[in-house]
Nanobody
């Protein structure tokens, strides 16, 4: 089993920044990729980006590229989502997820999920 716990959400004004963290525990040796997703009310869950555990390479959705950055701390088994230049449309519940496979962007490819943390951006 793998457990994921997100933290760092909150209320921020447009143009501000937030850093989210996702701590992984349990059988973390099985994890190859950590991803971030978000879901706004009435909308489908949206891919934000992911990072490879071993090499640290990242991939981002076009909607956040240039504003969001994913990083990792392998010693702490923690990944981070640093969000800059936040917009009201970034408001959503943000989830971290882990998968054993090396490929796939859709939520169905992920094996473990955190509880989510609310990010609200006011204008």
């Amino acid at each position: 089993q793998v457990q994921l716990v997100e933290s760092g959400g909150g209320l921020v004004q447009a143009g501000g920044s937030l850093k989210l963290a996702c701590a992984a525990s349990g059988r973390t040796v099985s994890i190859n990729v950590m991803g971030w997703f978000r879901q706004a009310p009435g909308k489908e869950r949206e891919f934000v980006g992911h990072i490879m555990w071993s090499g640290g390479s990242t991939y981002y959705a076009d909607s956040v590229k240039g504003r969001f950055t994913i990083s990792r701390d392998n010693v702490k088994n923690t990944v981070y989502l640093h969000m800059n230049s936040l917009k009201p449309e970034d408001t959503a519940v943000y989830y971290c997820a882990a998968r054993r496979t090396l490929y796939g962007l859709m939520p169905q490819s992920y094996d473990y999920w955190g509880q989510g943390t609310q990010v609200t951006v006011s204008s």
